[in-house]
């Protein structure tokens, strides 16, 4: 199937920094990439739909200047946590749709900020 | 507006016995409906999916689920669980022309030897 692939797995940063994940589909174009988050043990959280050459739409609640997304290419969309704190500790999962019907989800991100 | 709720936040089952994850959702239009799986600090993979064709849809991994209409179901079975089935299981609804997906709260399911 097709892959979706993350980077970073595994992020550690200090509070006041600014992280970029980024979300890339090796062997199709995705028009279209959705951001989510997922706190420990609970589903995952729509944040935006991020659409290839215009701005993303953000979800009621999700704070556009504190999670920047870009989507400057068919294969490629990045999340970046501006100014992050302790509290956007998290598990940050991107999918992308091919346009067949089906998503395919990254492997995920896990965002540690001391 | 779309929802989806999945009724047991845990079960737990012997190998090699059958598994039940149940599942309603809630659609104001003609929905497809997922399971997605998800292993400890992973992301996402796709079990089934029902998208207006069959209602008994068979998926990976010997799963398999029923769209039952006049139930707003759609719960996900497999005959005999395997240790490697213990993780954590969504159900997800989405619209028909539309990638935006609903998550359930999620099922873990853990697998005793």
């Known amino acids: 199937g097709a892959v979706v692939s993350q980077h970073p797995s595994w992020v550690i940063c200090k509070s006041g920094t600014s992280v970029k994940i980024e979300c890339r589909s090796l062997?199709?174009?995705?028009?279209?990439m959705f951001w989510y988050r997922q706190f420990p043990k609970q589903s995952l959280m729509l944040m935006a739909t991020?659409?290839?050459?215009?701005?993303?739409?953000?979800e009621q609640g999700v704070e556009k200047d504190k999670f920047l997304i870009n989507h400057a290419s068919l294969t490629l969309s990045t999340l970046t946590v501006t100014s992050a704190h302790p509290e956007d500790s998290s598990f940050y999962i991107c999918s992308a749709s091919g346009g067949t019907g089906e998503l395919f989800f990254g492997e995920g991100s896990r965002l540690t900020v001391l | 507006a779309q929802s989806v709720t999945q009724l047991d936040s845990h079960v737990s089952v012997s190998e090699g016995t059958p598994v039940l994850l149940r599942c309603n959702y809630s659609s104001s239009y003609s929905p497809s409906l997922f399971w997605y799986v998800q292993h400890p600090n992973k992301g996402l993979q796709l079990l089934l999916k029902?998208?207006?064709?069959?209602?008994l849809v068979k998926g990976i991994n010997g799963f398999e689920a029923e769209f039952k209409k006049s139930e707003t179901s759609f719960h996900l079975t497999k005959p005999s669980a395997h240790m490697s089935d213990a993780a954590e299981y969504f159900c997800v609804v989405s619209l028909s022309n539309d990638y935006k997906l609903s998550f359930g709260a999620g099922t873990t399911v853990t697998v005793r030897a």
């Open positions: 029902y998208t207006s064709a069959a209602t």
């Open positions: 062997d199709f174009q995705a028009t279209t």
């Open positions: 991020s659409n290839e050459g215009s701005k993303a739409t953000y």
